[in-house]
């Protein structure tokens, strides 16, 4: 018993002992040394000067045509070969956290989902770009950036990791064509919105023709982003200014009341519907309206993508009732581009965000279907981008922009938004009320944020 | 020192082996045991030893029971009608010769699958709006209107059951072929020397001799099905609530989606330790049967 004791007692220190070999994990990075190892402002030599370098770049299935072109535009410019390495779109920030810690560092530039931005920095996944925001400021015209999109895709307490991707608000996409044959106008509330939706479902009853889509798996950012659209046009918010919990608000239950109204009338089933099976819909015109973003209308639009192309609407979600409604876009998605901790080639991971960030390249990707949406004001003013998304969504773009409802991007959230998964999953199904599913989820962000305050 | 040497040389021999075998099974296993006792995040392995804080969390963690619940029920029902269903299979084919071949290439073809594309067969199957199953059921009239099988509690795990049923029924027929086929032929014709009926022939000869073999067939399926998790995390994440939540997505979602290395450490360890009880008792489940049939 006494060998077993010191023979297993060995194994665990030699097990702690690898695996303390296998932790990379990079000081925390600050201003300082990411100022020093970024490459100065200064004009590109004559030619192509990285020609044979190579750059890995993380991201998202959905944005590979989009990233592709970002490679191929890069080489043309620099030389330098741009390898993606492609995740499902729930996956990358787990992968960017893995690269670092795991001491993989194959990484060099991350493409990450903003509500992860916080859960990066702790796990000292992204550089600190102070020094290098300061010193590109006036050179790639930050402040053309949206404020919005400038502080909630880049900052963690008041510090710079990224630049600003992906501006992805959700708006409210209509297929005139249906809206006309029923006589119904795009709805400006959401109550509007449950008549009009149960209008057209009721109408064309044995047709497969459903008056709403409803994105309602239980996937974080599908079934969360639902939520908000309703959350946020209700006056509710997650946590309040002091970051306590006040998820199960009267604001957001009457939200979450009005989403499982609106259930019986949606395509089916809003619990089993996530982008596929919405676009699926959308695309075949057999759904009224669609949450969604606004690249919507270029895919719509391509062509042999839909039945639908050129008979779109669209307009800013809806807005809730109540003392506290307003009108909001939610920041459902949303992508900011950083540089790892553990680059094996840093500088020209510099050299490539400096690159996406320039105007001119951000009105290049606005323009092609890559499911990129705009981050610049100067995008949504140029002749080229209305032309290429239509006045209507650059209108509705604007309206969104006055009131955008975010996520929450602070470490915990991706401890929080479980729990507030599961529950909302549970009232779509009806094992839970509304009020009682946001209860729990109220009692179960109080228990997660206690324990790891 | 030659004899000394002689002496210990068969455990020198095996000391590489031994060393292979510590390094890719007990190692890692001792991280993970290692890792449960503390508050890991991924980048803070090993951060503030709780010891068994973990633990008694789960004990009261109600979506850990839940999937468990899950697992054991997705486990045992699956595994009972492969097995059931290879075993009807395969003593239909054993003494069909012309066609055994291409029965076997067929039966091949789910089990070359990739989990991940047998996941999105099956979800396009299922889509209530473009699926061919709804398609066909609203032709003939059996349904009035599109099912949503992935997005109704009560349909989204029988739904997830048929899938993998569909993928590893046919590891379980050619597992039950191989051991009919291998069954000698001699007792056989002696049965029929003695006029012995179908049903005896079956009851008394093929059925205890092929038994040990079918269940072990069962052993490694259960086992197997235990560790579902491709099927969940494509077709359902675990969803509409907590309805088709089981053991290792819900560990994946701690561990990777939370980043609570150290809680999922736990909840792998407790996994660990209940599969290895259920293996201890089916074994001497197995045993006992034998004994019975026998």
Redesign the interface.
Same mark, same amino acid.
């Given at each position: 018993m006494k060998k077993l004791s010191v023979v297993l007692s060995l194994l665990i220190v030699v097990s702690m002992l690898l695996a303390a070999c296998g932790q990379a994990t990079p000081a925390p990075s600050t201003g300082g040394p990411a100022a020093t190892e970024a490459p100065a402002a200064t004009e590109a030599p004559a030619g192509k000067p990285y020609e044979g370098q190579t750059l890995n770049f993380l991201t998202i299935q959905p944005h590979n045509v989009a990233a592709q072109n970002l490679a191929d535009w890069f080489k043309e410019e620099t030389g330098a070969t741009v390898n993606l390495i492609v995740v499902p779109y729930d996956n990358v920030i787990e992968k960017a956290v893995l690269d670092v810690t795991s001491g993989a560092a194959q990484i060099d530039v991350v493409e990450y989902w903003y509500p992860g931005l916080g859960t990066l920095v702790e796990n000292n996944v992204l550089e600190n770009l102070d020094e290098w925001w300061k010193s590109k400021e006036a050179e790639l015209k930050f402040d053309d950036f949206f404020e919005d999109y400038r502080d909630v895709l880049t900052t963690i307490d008041g510090k710079k990791y990224g630049i600003p991707y992906d501006g992805d608000m959700h708006l409210l996409w209509y297929n005139k064509e249906l809206f006309a044959k029923h006589n119904v106008q795009a709805p400006t509330t959401w109550d509007e919105y449950l008549q009009v939706c149960k209008t057209i479902t009721e109408a064309e009853k044995g047709n497969d023709v459903y008056g709403c889509a409803i994105m309602g798996a239980k996937i974080p950012l599908i079934l969360i982003g639902t939520f908000l659209n309703r959350l946020g046009s209700y006056g509710g918010t997650f946590l309040d200014a002091d970051g306590k919990p006040v998820i199960n608000s009267p604001e957001a239950v009457a939200a979450l009341d009005a989403l499982v109204a609106e259930l019986p009338y949606a395509l089916p089933t809003p619990s089993a519907v996530a982008f596929d099976e919405a676009l699926g819909g959308w695309f075949t015109g057999k759904v009224g309206m669609v949450e969604f973003w606004t690249d919507l209308g270029a895919m719509t639009d391509a062509p042999d993508a839909s039945v639908i192309g050129g008979k779109w609407g669209v307009v800013a979600l809806p807005k809730g009732s109540g003392p506290k409604a307003k009108v909001v876009a939610s920041l459902n998605a949303g992508f900011g581009m950083g540089v790892s901790t553990t680059a094996p080639n840093k500088e020209l991971a510099y050299k490539f965000i400096e690159f996406v960030a320039r105007p001119d390249i951000a009105l290049r990707y606005n323009t092609v279907v890559g499911g990129i949406d705009p981050v610049r004001k100067s995008t949504l003013e140029d002749p080229t981008f209305i032309k290429f998304a239509g006045e209507e969504l650059v209108a509705a773009i604007k309206e969104g922009h006055k009131n955008l409802a975010p996520w929450p991007t602070d470490a915990l959230w991706f401890k929080l938004q479980e729990p507030l998964t599961d529950n909302l999953s549970l009232a779509l199904t009806g094992a839970k009320t509304p009020k009682q599913a946001l209860d729990d989820t109220q009692a179960a962000w109080e228990k997660i944020i206690a324990e790891n305050k | 020192m030659n004899s000394s040497l002689e002496k210990h040389s068969p455990k020198l021999m095996v000391l590489p082996v031994f060393i292979v075998l510590?390094l890719i099974s007990?190692? =890692?296993l &001792?991280?993970v045991? %290692?890792i449960s006792f503390t508050q890991s995040?991924?980048?803070? =392995?090993?951060n503030d030893f709780i010891w068994f804080e973990n633990y008694k969390k789960a004990f009261t963690d109600e &979506?850990f029971g839940a999937s468990l619940v899950n697992t054991l029920l997705f486990a045992f029902i699956v595994t009972t009608i492969q097995t059931f269903l290879g075993f009807v299979l395969a003593f239909a084919m054993q003494k069909e010769r012309k066609l055994s071949g291409l029965f076997r290439t067929l039966a091949l073809l789910p089990l070359f699958t990739p989990p991940v594309a047998v996941a999105m067969i099956w979800r396009l199957i299922y +889509? #209530? !709006?473009?699926g061919f199953l709804n398609y066909y059921m609203r032709q003939f009239g059996i349904f009035e209107?599109?099912v949503?099988?992935?997005? +109704? =509690?009560k349909l989204?795990f029988p739904a997830i059951m048929f899938a993998d049923i569909w993928q590893w029924t046919p590891f379980c027929f050619l597992l039950c072929l191989a051991a009919l086929q291998s069954l000698p032929r001699d007792p056989y014709e002696a049965a029929a020397v003695d006029g012995a009926s179908a049903w005896q022939v079956f009851r008394r000869l093929t059925l205890p001799m092929v038994a040990p073999q079918v269940l072990v067939v069962f052993l490694f399926r259960f086992l197997i099905a235990l560790k579902v998790f491709d099927l969940v995390y494509m077709l359902?994440?675990? %969803? #509409? %609530? !907590?309805?088709t939540q089981v053991a290792s997505f819900y560990i994946y979602?701690v561990g990777?989606?939370?980043?609570?290395i150290g809680y999922a450490g736990a909840l792998s360890i407790l996994v660990l330790i209940l599969i290895s009880v259920l293996a201890t008792g089916l074994t001497k489940g197995r045993d006992f049967l034998l004994r019975k049939l026998e």
């Open positions: - | 510590l007990l190692v =890692p &001792i991280y045991l %290692g995040t991924l980048s803070k =392995p090993f &979506i +889509d #209530p !709006n473009s209107k599109s949503a099988f992935l997005g +109704d =509690p989204a359902t994440f675990g %969803g #509409p %609530g !907590n309805s979602r990777f989606k939370q980043f609570n």
